[in-house]
């Protein structure tokens, strides 16, 4: 089946706006992650979902950041009052969660620039 | 300490040669162990998973661990220009769904 998609795929907005990145799993999946990635940098994990609630928020930067899952599907992760340092690419990906290893499998990422 | 070590390179090798990858993690209750594949510009692609102390082989490609050392390692039999690129060791630990991931080392394969 589709892979997990990412929307849109680049995002230039301006300082201060607010954005909306969108992810749409693999279908069945139940868990999802949302992870930050700068140019040269490792994965930065921001949060994880499993269903609609979300365990794990620890790894939001700030109050800036929230992400909201619905019907087990689709996530939306907001980024409010953008700022220089939130340019990163952002990426996402959805694993099940009644196998041994619980694989991780991204989508193609948004690639934000804040100007 | 990081939780996931890994040595960011480049490590360059020759085209046919063995390309020894080596991750380093400190959570001992950790229990799936991963390799994702990253070429610039794209999005990790997972390549290897392991979960058992041992070699794991997959084609050119053989995933070792040793949960006594905390180490698991990737080897990249007779490496490719293709191989190029950034490999990520991500660890998971206990009965959590977190995966942590490790910085990534560049592997430059020379024709």
């Known amino acids: 089946g589709a892979g997990v998609s990412q929307s849109p795929s680049n995002k230039v907005t301006e300082k201060g706006k607010d954005v909306e990145l969108r992810c749409d799993p693999i279908s069945g999946h139940t868990a999802l992650y949302w992870y930050r990635q700068s140019l040269g940098q490792g994965l930065e994990f921001l949060i994880y979902f499993q269903g609609n609630s979300a365990p794990d928020k620890s790894g939001l930067p700030s109050d800036r950041f929230s992400a909201e899952r619905t019907g087990g599907s689709v996530s939306t992760l907001t980024i409010q009052r953008t700022q220089q340092e939130d340019s990163a690419v952002y990426l996402c990906a959805s694993s099940l969660v009644w196998t041994e290893t619980y694989e991780q499998y991204f989508g193609p990422g948004t690639r934000l620039t804040v100007t | 300490q990081k939780e996931v070590e890994q040595n960011s390179g480049p490590l360059s090798v020759p085209e046919g040669a063995i390309a020894s990858l080596n991750c380093t993690y400190s959570?001992?209750?950790?229990?799936?162990f991963f390799w994702y594949r990253q070429y610039s510009g794209k999005s990790p692609e997972l390549i290897m998973f392991i979960y058992s102390n041992g070699d794991k082989e997959d084609g050119r490609f053989t995933a070792q661990l040793n949960k006594a050392s905390q180490y698991v390692s990737l080897l990249i039999r007779d490496s490719q220009p293709s191989d190029s690129a950034t490999y990520l060791c991500a660890v998971r630990s206990g009965g959590y769904q977190k995966v942590t991931f490790g910085i990534g080392t560049k592997l430059q394969v020379i024709p």
């Open positions: 959570d001992r209750g950790s229990q799936s």
